[in-house]
């Protein structure tokens, strides 16, 4: 009966005050709703006393001064809740907007009971003033615009549901190649506003007067970059070496103007000016030296962040534990996320049971033969390839046939091409025969064999190039367009016949399901390829990193088509951590560093032609900003000290040296950093792994000790308990049919309890029936 009335009694409070399944479990732990309510009242009113001068105690009403009568007493009746709860309310009321939100949020009661709350300061809220509202509405819609245009800036990332689709079904190394070329496309982006603002439309505002026979537009010119085009802002040739003016007709009549053979007249207005040739040497300048900057920071973050220690086994209990995002509903991002995560999952599980096979001195040395063979096979027939491409080049720069069409233009970009192209299935075929254990290892390797590979075709052609042809310039730039263009055409056709129509042969004619694996080092090695050759361009071609941009954009949506159309995962899954560092640091290096050092000779030694473009009167295109700094301070004495500092920091090479120096310094302090905080943490955590083995050998030592001990007590209490088991159930049979007999309900639970409390309790067993008798 006592436990029905608690029980009842309990029941009836729930329907009283129900608490909701989402209350705080402080609520359920024990604590009435009095207490909660009282404690609370205490904390408003010391956060009352906080925020406002000390009143005196007469000033506050009876109900609201503090009282130590039934301190510590929780009082569960209906009318002290009330109270306490009126009183509370009228705490909150006299609190500002946000610390009565706050203190509302912390207190540990029920949905409803919180809800009951703030309806009775709604219904009281005619008590606040006007300006408070006023300022609580204005800094909720504050915050709802600032949270809205948050998610609104969100979703204007680029590719952003494109990059999680591939990710979660190809994993980390495919993605690692779309998130390179994104990086490439801003990288290009910066460019083009670059050059495009302070050179392309300041010379499409003020056009020099071109010759009369300017050829007209056949549709060829985008595919050889020539004819029309050699007239337009695309190319080095066309910009004026004079400074441009608003207005270049004076009263004297005179027009400022620049023909196609570099006739200059001056110019004697007095208006706004603009001086193109040094607008163009600082602006390729300063665009490199930024770039340069933006790579150096990025290696560094990419450093930072890839070579971290993070163990496979920590990151799974992380990946499973912590990594589903509970506030996507969407069926969609829901799928995208869980395929996401399954892959990731599948990388770990590979690293974790990767094994290292330790093998012999004759496997060893078998397998080191195969390596010097395949990279025998890769070195020579890298060397041929540019070997072939210099006699080729040589043959065609030579010869000046008038009867050349512009088509033939064509030729040294398709054969340069068409070796990027198919030499690397010959480093595939010499990778299959080493065979490699691990696949990233595999691709690393396939990255530097590729590498090789362009870095020699691009020098060689460096070197043919410069110096060679009349407006030179032009050319060079004419022939970096076709080589992008062309790059970007066979791209598409290893596409369309190494991916789409091997998928078609293998599913229709060989009957396998097997799909082709996206080859990242090729393709990654590609993108490389085509920004150094936009990166070499920008000073012919200043448009070229607009055609970059376009050639990116379509390259990323058709890579990424048939990446889902007709490729597959790899075989082996495997966590790419570092790929994305090597990528930037591949393209630092052997890239950007290859491109600037290639135009700071163009344009600190090499002559600039005398029939065309901005620099066609100077010795070198660096003359150019010596000379205004010259008739600067000419103009002006009092600019003599920016005169010396342009001849020690710029002209002088010693200083660009020690800006680099300073670069590559800041570059290796920051990796020995991190390799020095990897090393510390991988000490750590091999200290934590021996004393938990420490622990463990303890523990052991330990059980067994005390199992040792307890081993002659357990026989000695087993022989005893069999000695007196048949005269304990004599006694506790005929004990329990006394029992029966007295009162039957009883007996069964007597002699279960009597029974029990003898095998699990600590009191000595008996040893006879006398002895058991009185214990019953």
Known sequence: HCCLGVKTLSMKLNAAHPISEQSDPLSLSGRSRGAIISQYYNRTMQLRRRRQSRPAIRDFSRSARPSIRGYGMEVDSTDAEVSKRDRLVNNLQNLSVSDRVRMLRGMPLS???????????????????????????????????????????????????????????FGTGVLSYFLF???????????????????????????????????????????????????????????SNYTLRKSCRDDGGVQNVSLSNGTRLDCVSKHLSYNMPLAYFFTIG?????????????????????????????????????????????????????????????????????KHVKNTACQKLWRLMVHGLAWTICIGSTTACVLAIYYFS???????????????????????????????????LAAWMEDYESPSVRTYVAICRNLMLKVSVLGLLCYHWLGRVACWESFVGQELYRFLLMDFIFTLLDTLFGEFLWRLFS???????????????????????????????????????????????????????????????????????????????????????????????????ITPSSSCGPF???????????????????????????????????????????????????????????????????????????????KKFLITRLQSIHEKKR???????????????????????????????????????????????????AVEIPTSSRQASSVL
Not at 657 to 681: C, E, M, P, T, W
């Open 286 to 354: 300063v665009a490199f030296f930024i770039t340069c900057i933006i790579l150096v920071y990025s290696m560094s973050k990419s450093f930072g962040q890839s070579f971290r220690i993070d163990k496979s086994h920590s990151i799974l209990a992380m990946k499973v534990l912590c990594s589903w995002d509970f506030k996507v509903i969407k069926k969609t991002s829901v799928k995208l996320m869980s395929e996401n995560i399954s892959t990731q999952l599948k990388e770990l599980l590979a690293e974790v049971n990767q």
């Open 111 to 169: 949905v409803a009971e919180k809800t009951l709350q703030k309806e009775k300061h709604t219904l009281s809220g005619s008590q606040i003033p006007c300006c408070s509202q006023l300022k609580y509405y204005i800094i909720i819609g504050a915050r709802h615009s600032w949270y809205s245009w948050l998610n609104f800036l969100h979703s204007l990332q680029l590719w952003q549901v494109a990059l999680k689709t591939v990710s979660g079904r």
């Open 711 to 761: 081993t002659p007590a357990r026989r000695l209490t087993s022989q005893v308990s069999l000695c007196c088991s048949g005269a304990l159930q004599q006694l506790f049979l005929s004990k329990a049919k006394t029992i029966s007999i007295t009162w039957p309900p009883l007996s069964s639970y007597v002699f279960f309890f009597i029974y029990f409390s003898f095998r699990t309790s």
């Open 507 to 605: 599913e229709k004619v060989l009957k396998r399901r097997r799909k082709p694996v996206f080859d990242i080092a090729r393709n990654v090695l590609e993108l490389i390829y085509g920004q150094t050759l936009a990166w070499l361009g920008v000073l012919f071609t200043p448009l070229l990193p607009a055609v970059q941009i376009i050639k990116l954009f379509l390259l990323f949506y058709i890579k990424k088509s048939s990446v889902m159309m007709n490729c597959q995962a790899p075989r082996k899954p495997y966590r790419v951590s570092q790929m994305t560092t090597v990528f930037i640091t591949l393209l630092c290096f052997p890239s950007f560093l290859g491109a600037s050092v290639c135009v700071t000779i163009t344009m600190w030694s």
């Open 616 to 694: 066609r009167e100077l010795k070198t295109m660096f003359q150019a900003g010596k000379r205004w700094v010259e008739e600067l301070e000419k103009d002006n004495p009092n600019l003599s000290v920016l005169a010396r500092a342009h001849s020690y920091l710029v002209e002088n090479p010693f200083f660009l040296f020690v800006g680099a120096g300073i670069f590559l310094i800041v570059i290796y302090f920051h990796s020995q950093v991190v390799d020095g905080q990897r090393k510390i943490i991988s000490l750590l955590q091999e200290q934590i792994e021996n004393e938990g083995e420490d």
């Open 181 to 239: 070329l994104k990086t490439l496309l801003f990288f290009n982006f910066f460019l083009f506003l670059v050059t495009g603002a302070f050179m392309v439309l300041p010379q499409a505002v003020h056009p020099p007067v071109l010759p009369a026979g300017r050829s007209s537009f056949s549709g060829l010119e985008l595919l050889t970059g020539a004819g029309y085009f050699s007239d337009t802002v695309m190319y080095y040739g066309y910009y």
């Open 394 to 428: 040589g043959s065609r720069i030579a010869d000046n046939n008038l009867l050349l069409t512009e088509a033939s233009l064509l030729a040294l970009p398709v054969v340069v091409s068409l070796i990027n192209l198919l030499l690397p299935g010959l480093f595939n």
